[in-house]
């Protein structure tokens, strides 16, 4: 999953926000040498990206993509998945969504201040420049993506990728999506509530 579905998962479940996004940053055994609460939110996102990667929604989704696109699939789906998520905002969290961004940044911004070594540079700027805004609209999605292609080792537009889907297959993975995240959201509890007893496998 991509930032902004962690951050949701991360409110909904009562973890730490922060935790939940250096998921991506952190590699290795827990505990990482972070507060208890960071390697928390750590240890939840990789239990959502292994349950994510694994689920035969997200694996449909994937397989949309044809050559070149697919390899890069993960990327692309996570991307629609946050995408959708801000489509359907109102049907998984009760506040509104500006509000919510605003108060997560402002919880990243706080931790980056308290973080040994401070919040990795791309979720801090996250923060400060409110990328997940620009994830409603199609063209915000493919600009971000275009930006990772950028970043890939053989740079190329990932946003083009989304134009190779038909109306039919934007369909199927939307609602794909729409059966995929309450099971997301269920499972994330389950887990956490799992980790917080002392069941950490």
């Not at 689920?55 to 989704?61: G, L, N, S, W």
């Not at 083009?160 to 297959?169: I, V």
């Amino acid at each position: 999953m991509n930032f902004l579905a962690h951050l949701h998962l991360a409110a909904h479940t009562q973890s730490s926000l922060t935790g939940n996004l250096l998921g991506d940053f952190v590699k290795g055994p827990l505990p990482s040498g972070l507060p208890a609460p960071f390697d928390e939110g750590i240890w939840l996102h990789r239990k959502i990206d292994a349950f994510t990667d694994a689920h035969p929604e997200h694996r449909a989704a994937v397989a949309h993509f044809e050559a070149p696109w697919r390899r890069f699939g993960g990327i692309l789906v996570d991307m629609l998945y946050d995408h959708w998520l801000c489509l359907h905002w109102r049907q998984f969290h009760p506040q509104a969504l500006p509000q919510f961004l605003g108060e997560s940044y402002g919880r990243l911004l706080a931790d980056d201040v308290s973080l040994p070594g401070g919040l990795p540079p791309p979720l801090r700027r996250m923060a400060q420049q409110d990328w997940l805004a620009s994830y409603q609209d199609r063209e915000g999605l493919i600009l971000t993506l275009n930006g990772i292609g950028r970043r890939l080792r053989r740079p190329l537009p990932l946003g083009e990728a989304l134009a190779t889907l038909d109306a039919a297959q934007w369909r199927a993975g939307e609602q794909g999506f729409l059966r995929f995240y309450p099971e997301l959201m269920h499972f994330s509890a389950l887990q956490l509530a799992a980790y917080r007893d002392g069941d950490l496998a």
